[in-house]
Nanobody, 126 residues
Framework: QVQLVESGGGLVQAGGSLRLSCATSGRTFSSYAMGWFRQAPGKEREFVAGIRRTAGLTYYADSVKDRFTISRDNAKNTVYLQMNSLKPEDTAVYSC???????????????????WGQGTQVTVSS
């Protein structure tokens, strides 16, 4: 079992930055791919970013590419999402997820992940 706890959300003005953290406990963090998803009110949950066990392989939604950066620190069992140039449309609950090794997965699909955190609210004002 893997427990995931997000932090770092809050209220920020458009153009600002936030860094989300997702601390994990339980089974070996480094054996999992990690991802960030978000869900805005009245919308489906959507993929934001993913990172394989080796930090050199990352994936981003087109809507956040070049603004958001996902990274991981296997020594601290933590994955991060650095969010820059935030826009009001980035407002959502952001959740991290952990998924097992899957060579055919690009980790953009929710079904690629087994464990989920409760989420942290990010609100971007205009």
């Amino acid at each position: 079992q893997v427990q995931l706890v997000e932090s770092g959300g809050g209220l920020v003005q458009a153009g600002g930055s936030l860094r989300l953290s997702c601390a994990t406990s339980g089974r070996t963090f480094s054996s999992y791919a990690m991802g960030w998803f978000r869900q805005a009110p009245g919308k489906e949950r959507e993929f934001v970013a993913g990172i394989r066990r080796t930090a050199g392989l990352t994936y981003y939604a087109d809507s956040v590419k070049d603004r958001f950066t996902i990274s991981r620190d296997n020594a601290k069992n933590t994955v991060y999402l650095q969010m820059n140039s935030l826009k009001p449309e980035d407002t959502a609950v952001y959740s991290c997820a952990a998924g097992p090794l899957c060579y055919s997965c690009d980790y953009r699909d929710q079904s690629d992940y087994d464990y989920w955190g409760q989420g942290t609210q990010v609100t971007v004002s205009s």
